[in-house]
Structure formats: structure tokens, C-alpha cells
């Protein structure tokens, strides 16, 4: 019984994280129109570069963070310009299948030619579990629930009371009209990007921590 109620409560927890990775996949979706299947490629590259800066490299956590920001955004602006925006106007049959390339070919590729592909172990949160009545969870799950709960309202808190916010909503629901109102529809579009790319390092930093860093995240 004991059992069922850790794995109850972690799934519960996991569950958090993944909403907060999801929210990526929907916003670039409701943006863009393009069903990102990247999304789980990109953030196993991503989990891999937090690991290297961490483990390898031995950098602060607080510099090895502000470069996987740095990192998760150029990436998300480079998909955006140089893959993604030439292909408007396309079918989605023709992004479905870019992504689905991206996703299970060349990032995960890359981040095997990098770092190898073996599973590492990161250590950012504290080692350890606690029990609350007759329940035991680790402290990475409990944090990690924690910070992806904090993530997942403040996005959603700048998508519904910020000026951006409200823009891309509107071109969510039509970005031919937002155009017509002036709206800059392809810079809403390279931000949709950004975010779902810093919701994946996020993630990457989560589930790295949570679960040995591999290519199976």
C-alpha cells in the first residue's frame, strides 16, 4: 500500500512538470499552427547542455542556467527564422513531418555527437525524501512540482494580463485579421517559439534532475 501511495504521489507530481512542458507544444500550436513533435528532442538536448555546464564543466548554477536560457531561446529563434517561417503558407502535413525529422533525427543526433548519449545524473536538488502521514516522496520530485507549478502561472499569468500576451492571443485566433490590425504576426510567431524552447528548459532541468539525463526524456 505503501508502494501505491509514493507512485500515486510522484505520478501527481511528474504530472506537473509535464503540464508545464506541454504548455511549450500548445503555445508554438496555437501561434503558429504547427504541431511541434520536436519538442521532446529539443528538450533532451537541452537536458544534456544543463548537465555538461553543470557536472563537466563545473559552472555556478546560477551561470549554468542563464546560458541554457540564452541557448533555449537562440534555439527557438533559430527554428523559427531558418526552418519554420519559410515554410508558411505550407500544409501541415509538411510541418508535421519537418518536426517529426527535427524532433527524432537531427537534435537528438547532435546531442549524441556531443555528449554521447549515455546516461548522467544531475544534482541540483538536495538528496532525500520526506513523509507527510503515511505517504514518502523525494525532495527533487516535491521541488521540481513546485517550480514547474510557479512556471506554469506565471506563463499563464503573462498570457492573460500582459499586452504581448493579449497579442498573441489574438493572433492565435486569427493571424490574417491580426495582421490587418497591424499586429507584427511573425515576431508573435519567433516568440511563440522562444517560449515553447525556454518551457522545454525547463522541463530539461525537471525531468534531468528527477531521472537520469538520457535520450529517452
Same mark, same amino acid.
Not at 501527481?12 to 504541431?35: D, E, H, N, P, Q
Not at 528538450?43 to 555546464?53: D, E, G, I
Not at 511563440?192 to 525547463?202: D, K, M, R, T, Y
Given at each position: 500500500?505503501?508502494?501505491?501511495?509514493?507512485?500515486?504521489?510522484?505520478?501527481?507530481?511528474?504530472?506537473?512538470?509535464?503540464?508545464?512542458?506541454?504548455?511549450?507544444?500548445?503555445?508554438?500550436?496555437?501561434?503558429?499552427?504547427?504541431?511541434?513533435?520536436?519538442?521532446?528532442?529539443?528538450?533532451?538536448?537541452?537536458?544534456y547542455l544543463t548537465w555538461w555546464l553543470l557536472e563537466p564543466k563545473g559552472l555556478p548554477l546560477g551561470l549554468a542556467l542563464?546560458?541554457?536560457?540564452?541557448?533555449?531561446?537562440?534555439?527557438?529563434?533559430?527554428?523559427?527564422? %531558418?526552418?519554420?517561417?519559410?515554410?508558411?503558407?505550407? /500544409?501541415?502535413?509538411?510541418? %508535421?513531418?519537418?518536426?517529426?525529422?527535427?524532433?527524432?533525427?537531427?537534435?537528438?543526433?547532435?546531442?549524441?555527437?556531443?555528449?554521447?548519449?549515455?546516461?548522467?545524473?544531475?544534482?541540483?536538488?538536495?538528496?532525500?525524501?520526506?513523509?507527510?502521514?503515511?505517504?514518502?516522496?523525494?525532495?527533487?520530485?516535491?521541488?521540481?512540482?513546485?517550480?514547474?507549478?510557479?512556471? %506554469?502561472?506565471? %506563463?499563464?499569468?503573462?498570457?492573460?494580463?500582459?499586452?504581448?500576451?493579449?497579442?498573441?492571443? &489574438?493572433?492565435?485566433?486569427?493571424?490574417?485579421?491580426?495582421?490587418?490590425?497591424?499586429?507584427?504576426?511573425?515576431?508573435?510567431?519567433?516568440?511563440?517559439?522562444?517560449?515553447? &524552447?525556454?518551457?522545454? /528548459?525547463?522541463?530539461?532541468?525537471?525531468?534531468?534532475?528527477?531521472?537520469?539525463?538520457?535520450?529517452?526524456?
Amino acid at each position: 500500500m505503501d508502494t501505491f501511495l509514493r507512485a500515486f504521489t510522484e505520478g501527481i507530481l511528474l504530472g506537473g512538470v509535464y503540464a508545464l512542458i506541454a504548455l511549450g507544444v500548445v503555445m508554438v500550436f496555437k501561434a503558429s499552427k504547427v504541431f511541434n513533435l520536436a519538442h521532446g528532442g529539443i528538450l533532451m538536448f537541452l537536458s544534456y547542455l544543463t548537465w555538461w555546464l553543470l557536472e563537466p564543466k563545473g559552472l555556478p548554477l546560477g551561470l549554468a542556467l542563464l546560458i541554457l536560457i540564452l541557448v533555449a531561446a537562440l534555439l527557438g529563434l533559430t527554428l523559427d527564422r %531558418f526552418i519554420f517561417r519559410p515554410l508558411i503558407g505550407q /500544409s501541415m502535413l509538411v510541418t %508535421f513531418i519537418i518536426t517529426l525529422v527535427l524532433g527524432f533525427t537531427v537534435i537528438p543526433g547532435l546531442a549524441m555527437l556531443f555528449w554521447g548519449g549515455r546516461p548522467q545524473v544531475m544534482h541540483i536538488f538536495p538528496s532525500g525524501s520526506m513523509t507527510l502521514g503515511p505517504v514518502t516522496f523525494s525532495y527533487t520530485f516535491l521541488l521540481s512540482f513546485i517550480i514547474a507549478t510557479a512556471m %506554469f502561472l506565471i %506563463f499563464v499569468f503573462y498570457f492573460r494580463y500582459t499586452k504581448t500576451g493579449l497579442l498573441m492571443r &489574438c493572433v492565435s485566433e486569427d493571424n490574417l485579421i491580426s495582421q490587418s490590425l497591424g499586429i507584427n504576426v511573425k515576431w508573435i510567431f519567433a516568440l511563440s517559439w522562444v517560449i515553447g &524552447c525556454l518551457s522545454a /528548459s525547463i522541463g530539461a532541468i525537471l525531468l534531468g534532475s528527477m531521472f537520469a539525463v538520457n535520450s529517452d526524456l
